[in-house]
């Protein structure tokens, strides 16, 4: 391929912000004091663990503003994995004790790795059943159907507020309401790691029971998320030791990046109206432009209810994976689906196969993902690339397109 058309970028132009976003630089001068001073245990009684112990409650209520909770409301974990799994084991755990007739779960087909596995595992070695609500063409879930699959012996349902793969916003609140309307016992979590700080969210107005936060994908530090719990509810531990996080998540609090998950919060609570309006015009700008200058892309999800920061095309007639690596060594960071599942390389999405897409469409897709630090310049630069290297593509693969 001829390298003639492009050169590298001086810094990497980085479009995988649903994958991990930079830290905020107010977050991390937030954060050092707490790597170098304020070192103290949250459950020692002298200053530095009180110290430390105030800052744990502060990023409660920092975290707790942006979702509209009670900030007693919000466990910390490690991030979205692990809330995603005290979610949901922590109400099967619950419902064998207490509802053992409503041993029936309800996800959805494109829900992310760490509730298919966790359910899997809830399927095989807790004896529950499972019932997958499959996805439209645009990645929502019909509510009729939805609706016909709640039964009286569904126990819990679990429905990701945004996709990470294409961005679709789902109808969480009409939703609970279905399922309320059916069984008002059942249990409805949401993981929301990628809509946080992309839609406003208020865990009332959608009048969830549980829902899952990740401080990494809005500009926090790794290894830190939270999940929230409804007053009332009272599901298992899945981590036993010393009853840290109201007993429910053992281990010695990870101060310095819950510090820093309140911080982030903070900032997107104050900045999500502006961000807002600024991402959607850069989305705005790469979905037309895509569309317009490059033959036979075809955006996926839904483009009215989508979050704001997602871009998700498939190119006929192209690999994903290759154009990725070329687009990376011109300095252009993008992503194929989900990077938390990017160990698996050769498996195709499952949210992609479960929109119907063809495998070539599915093999040519590609995620961009825009963060409040990209520029329009960036965006150019990233598409001006993407066009070349596709006719390139297109070209050696005597593609009808070229
Ligand atoms: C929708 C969704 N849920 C859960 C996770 C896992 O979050 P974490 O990386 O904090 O474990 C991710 C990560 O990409 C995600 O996109």
Redesign the pocket.
Known sequence: MSKNSLTKTKEPIYLDN???SPIDISVINEMLPFLTDFYGNPSSLHGLGRKSNLAVSKARRQISKLIGSRSNEIYFT???????NLALIGSARLICNLKPTCKRILISKI?????IETIKFIEKDMGFEIDYVPIEKDGSIDLDIFREMVSTKTGLISI?L???EIGTIQPIRDMVEIAKAKNNETIFHS????ALGKIPINVNDLKIDMM?I????INGP????ALFIKQGIHIKPIIFGGGQEMNLRSGTENVIAIVGFGKACEIWKEKLASVQIKIKGLQKYMIDRIINEIPGSVLNGSMENRIFNNVNFSFSGINGEDLLIKLDEYGIEASTG???SSNKKQKASHVLKALGLTYDQISGSIRFSIGYQNTQEELKIAIDALKNLIKEFRKINGNSFA
Do not use: L, R
């Open positions: 649903a994958s991990s490690s991030g979205g994995t692990e809330s995603n829900e992310h790795d760490s509730i990701m945004a996709n990470n993981d929301a790691v990628q899952t990740s401080s990494h994908k790794k290894g830190i998320g989900s990077a938390c």
